[in-house]
């Protein structure tokens, strides 16, 4: 559910942008920087920060019970904004929230799950990143003749969710991973653990393959539909559509791709990302032989929900929980999440500056993104799969002696 109020926050943002734009007389200045501030970029990457270094110093549980109480005060006071600052303040909250949460509720998944099924069970996680974007723009679509009115129904509606996850949450154990890490007689692992060694290079190899993958998949969840009514290539109603069927096609393909072959062997995880790179780069590199059109976004959309599946988010959260040992697990996870959601920040200021001066561009800028996350995903893949944790933890400690 982490995963669902994440992407469901940032494309319930990415869906109103162009009505607040107009109620509340926001500059494009403005609107990149509520979408850098909010849960897609610098606000999610703070909390990412802080949030995953607490999750391994005090527990999973202590953090993910309680940040989903600042999500929903956040999200009801973008749902009652009628000011700027109103909007801005519930973004960057919920924003914090998002970050803080997913690597502690990550690692929990990674923690519990056995070793041949531990891809599956994250892979869940990304049926869920995905559903969440779908309810919400079908959500947006229904309630797209009410104009700015539809919009605060969609943020109501990830209040409601996060205050009944908070309320399942209370019943969740902790950790029994990281109360074992914690007994009498370990040695507690530092921080400054992991930019050394062999965590130096799972956390330079984790951080590159999301960074620049988040780019394009960021963009995507937030300025479709604002790219496509700028542009004037649909109506807002087609943005939410295309939209949504791109989320249909990733939650697809994770189900009945990565969920079954994830936790095969170390051969079919780099075909995945082989396979799925090639579909990420060519989706924007249609926008650079072909003129815009709903045809060409459409084939944009279905390309890069296939390949994102295969190569994007899926496989960075299996092997985040794989590299890195139980007491710095979130702390890295924190890290490379919040690095990748504040590069985004910084980027979505240009976006939509960007998108005026046309599709080229920016798509040219994203193709390389996706180039960069594949082929350094590919050579420098960690054989992991079907490991326990702790022999993947003994086997790199090993090695790196």
Known sequence: MASYLDAGSIVALGAGLTLFQTQLHLSSGAIGALAALGPNALGCAFGAFIGGRLGDR???????????????????????????????????????????????????????????????????????????????????????????????????????????????????????????????????????????????????????????WNLAAGTSGSFTPYIVETLHAGSRAAGLALSSVGFVIGLATTVL???????????????????GGIFQVTAYVLFLVFPLGIPVILANIVLFGVGSALAGEGLYKVFSQELFPTLLRSTAQGFTFGAARTVLGVWSFLVPFLAHVGIRPLSALLALFLLVSAVVGYAFMPDTTGKTLERIEEERGTAAA
């Open 58 to 212: 005090l527990g999973r549980k202590r953090i993910y019970r309680y940040d989903l109480l600042l999500y929903a005060a956040g999200m009801l006071v973008m749902a009652l904004s009628v000011n700027a600052a109103m909007l801005f303040a519930g973004t960057v909250a919920v924003g914090v929230a998002v970050g803080a949460d997913v690597p502690t509720s990550l690692a929990l998944v990674g923690e519990n799950a056995p070793p041949r099924a531990r891809g599956k069970l994250l892979g869940l996680t990304q049926v869920a990143w995905n559903l969440g974007p779908v309810v919400v723009l079908l959500l947006a679509f229904v309630v797209a003749p009410l104009g700015l009115l539809g919009v605060r129904l969609v943020f109501l509606h990830l209040f409601l969710v996060a205050m009944v996850v908070w309320g399942l949450r209370r019943g969740v154990v902790e950790s029994a991973r990281w109360k074992s890490a914690l007994a009498p007689g370990t040695i507690t692992p530092r921080p400054r653990m992991l930019f050394r060694g062999a965590n130096l290079a799972a956390l330079a190899w984790t951080t590159t393959i999301y960074l620049f």
């Open 257 to 275: 791709l990565f969920m079954r072959f994830a936790d095969r062997s170390h051969r079919i995880r780099k075909r995945m990302w082989a396979l």
